[in-house]
Protein backbone atom coordinates (compact mmCIF):
# COMPACT_ATOMS: atom_id res chain seq x y z
CA UNK A 1 0.00 0.00 0.00
CA UNK A 2 1.47 3.55 -1.06
CA UNK A 3 -0.68 6.37 -1.69
CA UNK A 4 -3.47 7.95 0.26
CA UNK A 5 -6.81 5.91 0.40
CA UNK A 6 -9.51 7.88 -2.03
CA UNK A 7 -13.20 8.58 -0.22
CA UNK A 8 -15.19 5.86 0.28
CA UNK A 9 -16.47 4.20 -3.01
CA UNK A 10 -18.15 0.82 -3.69
CA UNK A 11 -16.69 -2.29 -5.17
CA UNK A 12 -18.44 -1.57 -8.84
CA UNK A 13 -17.07 2.07 -8.99
CA UNK A 14 -13.64 0.30 -7.97
CA UNK A 15 -14.02 -2.04 -10.69
CA UNK A 16 -14.65 0.20 -13.41
CA UNK A 17 -11.27 2.68 -12.17
CA UNK A 18 -8.96 0.24 -11.74
CA UNK A 19 -9.49 -1.71 -14.71
CA UNK A 20 -9.37 1.89 -16.63
CA UNK A 21 -6.08 2.86 -15.03
CA UNK A 22 -2.62 2.60 -15.58
CA UNK A 23 -1.46 1.93 -11.91
CA UNK A 24 -2.77 -1.03 -9.79
CA UNK A 25 -4.78 -0.55 -7.01
CA UNK A 26 -6.45 -2.86 -4.23
CA UNK A 27 -9.37 -2.17 -2.43
CA UNK A 28 -10.85 -2.69 1.32
CA UNK A 29 -14.05 -1.62 2.50
CA UNK A 30 -14.36 1.27 0.48
CA UNK A 31 -10.60 2.57 0.34
CA UNK A 32 -8.76 2.10 -2.61
CA UNK A 33 -4.85 2.48 -2.73
CA UNK A 34 -2.95 2.44 -5.46
CA UNK A 35 -0.18 -0.35 -5.41
CA UNK A 36 3.58 0.93 -5.09
CA UNK A 37 6.56 -0.33 -7.29
CA UNK A 38 9.27 -3.01 -5.74
CA UNK A 39 12.79 -2.88 -5.43
CA UNK A 40 15.01 -5.46 -6.93
CA UNK A 41 15.26 -7.84 -4.26
CA UNK A 42 11.08 -7.67 -4.53
CA UNK A 43 11.20 -8.31 -7.88
CA UNK A 44 14.02 -11.35 -8.47
CA UNK A 45 12.34 -13.17 -5.48
CA UNK A 46 8.83 -13.02 -7.20
CA UNK A 47 10.25 -14.18 -10.64
CA UNK A 48 12.21 -16.94 -8.61
CA UNK A 49 8.56 -18.11 -7.36
CA UNK A 50 6.85 -18.27 -10.52
CA UNK A 51 9.76 -20.07 -12.15
CA UNK A 52 9.90 -22.51 -9.19
CA UNK A 53 6.26 -23.11 -9.34
CA UNK A 54 5.63 -23.15 -12.60
CA UNK A 55 8.44 -26.29 -13.07
CA UNK A 56 7.02 -28.01 -9.86
CA UNK A 57 3.37 -27.72 -11.28
CA UNK A 58 3.52 -28.97 -14.59
CA UNK A 59 1.81 -31.62 -15.26
CA UNK A 60 -0.57 -31.08 -12.24
CA UNK A 61 -3.90 -29.69 -11.01
CA UNK A 62 -2.72 -26.85 -10.30
CA UNK A 63 -1.74 -23.41 -11.66
CA UNK A 64 0.30 -20.23 -10.80
CA UNK A 65 -0.33 -16.65 -11.47
CA UNK A 66 1.55 -13.74 -11.74
CA UNK A 67 0.60 -10.34 -9.70
CA UNK A 68 -1.57 -9.49 -12.66
CA UNK A 69 -4.66 -11.05 -10.93
CA UNK A 70 -7.11 -10.19 -8.94
CA UNK A 71 -7.94 -12.14 -5.89
CA UNK A 72 -11.43 -11.31 -4.36
CA UNK A 73 -12.47 -12.21 -0.71
CA UNK A 74 -16.01 -11.99 -1.07
CA UNK A 75 -17.18 -11.72 2.52
CA UNK A 76 -14.76 -9.21 3.08
CA UNK A 77 -15.51 -6.51 0.23
CA UNK A 78 -11.65 -6.70 -0.51
CA UNK A 79 -9.89 -7.05 -3.70
CA UNK A 80 -5.96 -7.70 -3.66
CA UNK A 81 -3.02 -8.64 -5.57
CA UNK A 82 -1.33 -11.05 -4.06
CA UNK A 83 2.71 -11.27 -5.88
CA UNK A 84 1.71 -15.10 -6.38
CA UNK A 85 -1.17 -17.13 -6.55
CA UNK A 86 -1.66 -21.04 -6.69
CA UNK A 87 -5.08 -22.15 -7.58
CA UNK A 88 -5.69 -26.63 -7.67
CA UNK A 89 -8.76 -27.49 -9.95
CA UNK A 90 -10.68 -25.41 -11.85
CA UNK A 91 -9.81 -21.47 -11.43
CA UNK A 92 -13.09 -19.80 -10.48
CA UNK A 93 -13.46 -16.46 -11.67
CA UNK A 94 -16.16 -13.66 -10.21
CA UNK A 95 -16.91 -12.51 -13.84
CA UNK A 96 -16.80 -13.22 -17.40
CA UNK A 97 -13.57 -10.61 -17.37
CA UNK A 98 -11.65 -13.53 -16.35
CA UNK A 99 -10.22 -11.00 -14.38
CA UNK A 100 -10.77 -11.16 -10.67
CA UNK A 101 -10.05 -15.09 -9.08
CA UNK A 102 -12.32 -16.34 -5.75
CA UNK A 103 -10.35 -19.45 -5.08
CA UNK A 104 -6.85 -19.35 -4.67
CA UNK A 105 -5.21 -22.51 -2.46
CA UNK A 106 -2.34 -20.76 -2.05
CA UNK A 107 -1.20 -17.25 -1.51
CA UNK A 108 2.68 -15.59 -1.34
CA UNK A 109 3.27 -12.03 -0.58
CA UNK A 110 6.98 -11.08 -0.44
CA UNK A 111 7.16 -8.36 2.37
CA UNK A 112 8.37 -4.71 2.12
CA UNK A 113 8.41 -1.54 4.36
CA UNK A 114 5.71 -0.25 3.15
CA UNK A 115 3.74 -3.84 3.01
CA UNK A 116 4.60 -5.80 5.50
CA UNK A 117 2.52 -4.80 8.55
CA UNK A 118 -1.01 -4.76 5.98
CA UNK A 119 0.09 -8.01 4.83
CA UNK A 120 0.45 -9.68 8.48
CA UNK A 121 -2.18 -7.81 9.51
CA UNK A 122 -5.49 -6.97 8.58
CA UNK A 123 -4.59 -8.37 4.84
CA UNK A 124 -4.04 -11.54 6.38
CA UNK A 125 -6.75 -11.91 8.96
CA UNK A 126 -9.38 -11.20 5.37
CA UNK A 127 -7.28 -13.87 3.45
CA UNK A 128 -8.10 -16.63 6.57
CA UNK A 129 -11.97 -15.71 5.38
CA UNK A 130 -11.51 -17.55 1.87
CA UNK A 131 -12.80 -21.26 2.63
CA UNK A 132 -10.53 -22.59 -0.57
CA UNK A 133 -6.90 -21.02 0.72
CA UNK A 134 -4.57 -23.29 2.75
CA UNK A 135 -1.29 -21.81 2.71
CA UNK A 136 -0.32 -18.24 3.26
CA UNK A 137 3.33 -17.11 2.81
CA UNK A 138 5.79 -14.62 3.75
CA UNK A 139 9.03 -14.51 2.08
CA UNK A 140 11.38 -11.65 3.34
CA UNK A 141 13.14 -9.74 0.77
CA UNK A 142 16.02 -8.93 3.25
CA UNK A 143 17.02 -11.86 5.00
CA UNK A 144 16.49 -15.43 4.19
CA UNK A 145 13.31 -15.76 5.72
CA UNK A 146 9.86 -17.56 4.57
CA UNK A 147 6.92 -17.34 7.44
CA UNK A 148 4.16 -20.45 6.20
CA UNK A 149 0.47 -20.32 7.39
CA UNK A 150 -0.93 -23.90 6.64
CA UNK A 151 -4.98 -24.33 7.70
CA UNK A 152 -5.06 -27.65 9.85
CA UNK A 153 -7.55 -30.41 9.48
CA UNK A 154 -10.18 -28.51 12.47
CA UNK A 155 -9.41 -25.09 10.56
CA UNK A 156 -6.64 -24.27 12.80
CA UNK A 157 -3.77 -21.82 11.46
CA UNK A 158 -0.37 -23.92 12.09
CA UNK A 159 3.15 -22.09 11.88
CA UNK A 160 6.26 -22.65 10.25
CA UNK A 161 9.32 -20.97 9.42
CA UNK A 162 12.32 -21.38 7.20
CA UNK A 163 15.78 -19.51 7.73
CA UNK A 164 18.81 -21.47 6.00
CA UNK A 165 19.41 -22.48 2.51
CA UNK A 166 18.83 -25.96 2.83
CA UNK A 167 15.43 -25.85 4.49
CA UNK A 168 12.52 -26.53 1.39
CA UNK A 169 9.28 -24.53 1.69
CA UNK A 170 6.91 -27.49 2.05
CA UNK A 171 3.67 -27.01 0.85
CA UNK A 172 1.10 -30.09 1.09
CA UNK A 173 -1.43 -28.02 -0.18
CA UNK A 174 -0.38 -27.95 -4.11
CA UNK A 175 2.23 -30.79 -3.46
CA UNK A 176 5.56 -29.26 -3.93
CA UNK A 177 8.82 -28.53 -1.99
CA UNK A 178 10.80 -25.94 -2.86
CA UNK A 179 14.12 -24.87 -1.40
CA UNK A 180 15.40 -21.40 -0.15
CA UNK A 181 18.29 -21.38 -1.69
CA UNK A 182 16.37 -21.17 -5.11
CA UNK A 183 13.92 -19.00 -4.04
CA UNK A 184 17.02 -16.58 -2.83
CA UNK A 185 18.76 -17.30 -6.03
CA UNK A 186 20.33 -14.05 -7.02
CA UNK A 187 18.64 -12.19 -4.60
CA UNK A 188 21.46 -9.51 -3.03
CA UNK A 189 20.71 -9.19 0.75
CA UNK A 190 22.29 -6.70 2.81
CA UNK A 191 24.68 -8.42 5.40
CA UNK A 192 23.33 -9.48 8.83
CA UNK A 193 23.05 -7.12 11.43
CA UNK A 194 25.91 -7.89 14.56
CA UNK A 195 24.41 -9.01 17.48
CA UNK A 196 23.96 -6.74 20.68
CA UNK A 197 25.79 -7.68 23.49
Not at 6 to 25: C, G, P, Q
Not at 26 to 39: K, R, Y
Amino acid sequence: MASNPVTKITEEEYLAMDRAAEVRSEFLDGEMWAMSGGSMQHSQLQANLIAELVAALRGTACRTFTSDLRVRVIPRRMYAYPDETVVCGKPLLADDRQDILVNPTAIFEVLSPTTERYDRGAKFRHYLTIDTLKDYILVDQFEMRIEQYTRGTEGAWMFRAYRQPHDELKIDSIGVALPLARIYDRVELPPPEPESE
